[in-house]
């Protein structure tokens, strides 16, 4: 049999250009099918997104070319390059679908510990775009790397056509970068220029690992806008933001909110804080959604306090958590709660153990994970349970067992407590891969954000069976449930915003919903807040005293300016107010509403910049909050 001869090929070089333009290109064009509404500027985006691929083929192809190597070695190293680019184009695919951004830099360390998101590995590997966009082209590009030959030339037209290439490479990169570059510099403030369709990109965003020095302008502007004493300890000589506040929420009965959930001071009551995993307000129905996804919660909510304008701090559970629990800006750089474990914030659950209760956290997956077990212990939590504590057979679905176990082992948990008992559980069904039992899928599709509904919706039951159930303890009645998300997290593919504001609010916005027995009248709330509100909430509502670095406010206080705060690295910080809202892109630019007057927009302004800046000196790794005895 005569061997098979191919056509040659003049160039290795344009070959490698080529291929590492069409992957991207491919993935881009998949995701621009993701989209639920067609538009032109979805057209136009996806055009700006092509000058980057080919921007970043021919930079790769450049540096690939200026190699001083043999055509069978150039063959071997264009192979790996195209092996590396693939891997990587896939995950961070996945990675865009999930969160709506690409890869951060921090996300390398998840790497470490692989097997707490297996479920989303496994997922993701038996997904058709694995075939599509790693294993086809792989196969394609070495088929035609090995079996496609130059023709054999004089060292001087060899070198001669590499310059050429090289130059050709530059310009074509060059040229494309610069359009799409200069139209998204000018187009900044249209929020599809930023959007996922826009490009590539690997972003440092972890602080340096040097000394901040004190952003004195940023503490001043801030530490006037806190509520409370600043200490004159020594102790707290280099902690500023250190103050003593005093409970006076119930006592003032001031606001509508106070006369809502204010009790007997003298009754000790216990808190139950749920954390819902991904659970934006943009699915459930009482926040406008008509997909009827949430009955069980729009139920509830006619039996206790609602808060129609609660924003996450952040964008990943971990930012939620430290929001939450310690009434601290997150950072966006590394694991925030795997950094800063022996740091004292004085978080929320430390503060109630020193004032008598017991405190646990719940969680149905690996509570290692993050490092979540060792800043909760460290910082206020007697007892972690996770999914080690369940039993073997326990339902498991995507990262850990099901949200329906889960809210069984926190029942079976609770009359075990102390009282007073603070608990927390944070769920983890409601998480990519998405898996429920077959009876809760909704028949919607099988896109992630039909997989996304059917979580929810399973979510939804799941909690309203499990307050069902609490409705009926003794506890019940002097028990306070609070609702609420670990962050909005899930972004998919969505149809063209009005305006910039409400980008925001679906990107940002979370329930918050109390219940309990002492509530004896539900009610809308319409004030602004986030999520580094509820600790000193909570502190309020229970009448204690405390000394914490907290940055939050109480809603149940009377307050001048009601505000919320959220920020999606990358992309933008917001402040937000029933007066008036600011936004800020990467580039400063802000974007205001029409109805703000200018001293509350530059109030608005100074406090978004001065958090973020705060945020970068307090989070730093060398900085550690002094440790207090139980009489402070």
Request: charged share 20%; proline share 5%.
């Amino acid at each position: 049999m005569s061997k098979i001869k191919f056509p040659k090929y003049p160039s290795p070089l344009w070959t490698f250009f080529t291929a590492s333009f069409c992957l991207p290109s491919l993935i881009r064009t998949s995701i621009l099918f993701e989209q639920t509404e067609f538009h032109p500027r979805i057209l136009k985006t996806f055009s700006l997104g092509l000058g980057y691929d080919l921007m970043n083929a021919a930079l790769i192809a450049l540096v690939v070319g200026l190699l001083p190597l043999t055509n069978r070695l150039f063959k071997i190293i264009s192979i790996l390059l195209f092996f590396g680019l693939a891997v990587f184009s896939f995950v961070n695919y996945q990675y865009l679908l999930q969160f709506g951004s690409h890869l951060p830099f921090h996300t390398l360390e998840y790497l470490q510990s692989p097997q707490h998101f297996s479920s989303t590995v496994i997922a993701a590997l038996l997904h058709p775009s694995f075939m599509l966009i790693v294993l086809f082209p792989i196969t394609g590009f070495v088929f035609i790397a090995y079996h496609f030959q130059t023709y054999a030339q004089s060292w001087k037209r060899k070198l001669l056509i590499r310059i050429s290439s090289l130059i050709t490479l530059f310009v074509i990169g060059g040229s494309a970068g610069s359009y799409s570059n200069s139209y998204v510099g000018k187009n900044i403030d249209d929020p599809l220029t930023t959007a996922a369709l826009n490009y590539f990109f690997w972003t440092q965003d972890r602080e340096k690992k040097v000394a901040i020095r004190k952003p004195t302008e940023a503490l001043e502007l801030i530490q006037t806008d806190l509520l409370g004493k600043i200490t004159t300890d020594p102790i707290y000589s280099e902690y500023p933001l250190v103050r003593k506040h005093d409970a006076k929420g119930c006592s003032v009965n001031a606001t509508e909110l106070a006369k809502l959930l204010c009790s007997d001071p003298f009754k000790k009551l216990n808190v139950i804080l749920l954390l819902m995993e991904s659970f934006r307000a943009a699915e459930i129905g009482v926040y406008g959604s008509k997909i009827d996804l949430t009955p069980r919660f729009d139920e509830w909510s006619k039996k206790g306090i609602l808060f129609k304008n609660f924003y996450a701090n952040g964008f990943q559970t971990r930012h939620g958590e430290i929001s939450t629990y310690c009434s601290v800006m997150p950072n966006y750089g590394a694991a925030v709660l795997k950094r800063y474990a022996k740091n004292q914030f004085r978080c929320l659950p430390a503060v109630l153990q020193e004032n008598g209760y017991s405190t646990i956290w719940i969680h149905a997956g690996d509570a290692s994970f993050d490092g979540q077990a060792t800043f909760f212990q460290e910082n206020g939590f007697e007892k972690i349970i996770d999914k080690f504590d369940f039993p073997s057979d326990t339902e498991e679905l995507g990262w850990g067992y099901s949200d329906g176990a889960l809210f069984q082992k926190l029942l079976t948990t609770l009359p075990s407590l102390k009282n007073p008992f603070f608990a927390s559980a944070l769920t983890i069904t409601n998480h990519h891969p998405f898996e429920v039992p077959t009876e809760y899928e909704l028949g919607l599709g099988n896109q992630d954000l039909h997989n996304y509904y059917n979580s929810i919706h399973y979510m939804d039951s799941k909690l309203g069976e499990f307050l069902s159930l609490a409705e009926k303890e003794p506890w019940f009645e002097n028990t306070l449930i609070i609702i609420t998300a670990d962050t909005s997290s899930f972004q998919p593919p969505q149809s063209e915003p009005k305006d910039f504001g409400e980008f925001v609010s679906l990107r940002s916005r979370i329930p918050l919903l109390i219940l309990g027995g002492s509530i004896k009248q539900n009610a809308e709330i319409n004030e602004f807040a986030s999520q580094i509100d509820l600790a000193p909430t909570i502190m309020d509502l229970l009448g204690l005293s405390w000394t914490s670095p907290w940055v939050g406010k109480s809603l149940i206080g009377k307050q001048d300016l009601s505000i919320a705060y959220t920020n999606r690295p990358g992309s933008y910080w917001a402040v937000m107010s029933k007066e008036g809202n600011v936004f800020s892109e990467n580039d400063n630019k802000f974007h205001v509403d029409d109805l703000i007057d200018l001293k509350l927009e530059n109030k608005l302004k100074s406090l978004g910049s001065s958090w973020l800046r705060v945020t970068s000196w307090l989070l730093q790794e060398d900085l550690y909050w002094p440790k207090l005895d139980n009489n402070n």
